[in-house]
């Protein structure tokens, strides 16, 4: 289990989130609720929020990803999910963005959903770590949100 922590108390086997994982699931609450409330209709300030509050090249990263979007894919529009930078289609995270410091990872990740469907053949990646941006890098990108964006 990806993520969570594992405590032997005795003989039972206790299994509980990280305290990272808690608070994006507490993100991920209040999104929904203010979804259900109709109070959410243009999300790109909370998005831009968002990566504003990022530092260093979790920060960098981010914004070039969300001018990639912009730019290549603007059929996929702003959200937040899990208080995560993402883009989607009918109210969906399609596309998302993981900050390498919410976890407390090595690096950043960019990651698709199924909606994304970027199926090829029995088995393809659904996220790509993500260290800084190039040329070549950027066109991968560019390449894959075009074909989310259909």
Do not use: C
């Amino acid at each position: 289990m990806m993520g969570m922590t594992r405590a032997n108390e005795g003989r039972e086997t206790v299994v509980s989130f990280t305290e990272e994982e808690r608070a994006a699931m507490k993100e991920r609450s209040k999104e929904v609720k203010a979804a259900r409330r109709g109070k959410v209709k243009d999300e790109e300030p909370a998005v831009l929020e968002k990566i504003a509050e990022m530092t260093g090249e979790d920060r960098v990263l981010a914004e070039r990803l969300h001018a990639l979007v912009k730019a290549n894919a603007p059929e996929l529009k702003p959200r937040l999910w899990y208080g995560m930078p993402a883009y989607g289609k009918d109210g969906k995270a399609t596309v998302f963005f993981q900050p390498a410091v919410k976890f407390k990872a090595r690096y950043a990740t960019i990651g698709f959903n199924e909606e994304a469907e970027l199926d090829d053949g029995e088995m393809w990646p659904t996220a790509y770590a993500l260290i800084r941006l190039n040329a070549e890098v950027e066109a991968r990108i560019t390449e894959l949100l075009k074909r989310v964006a259909g």
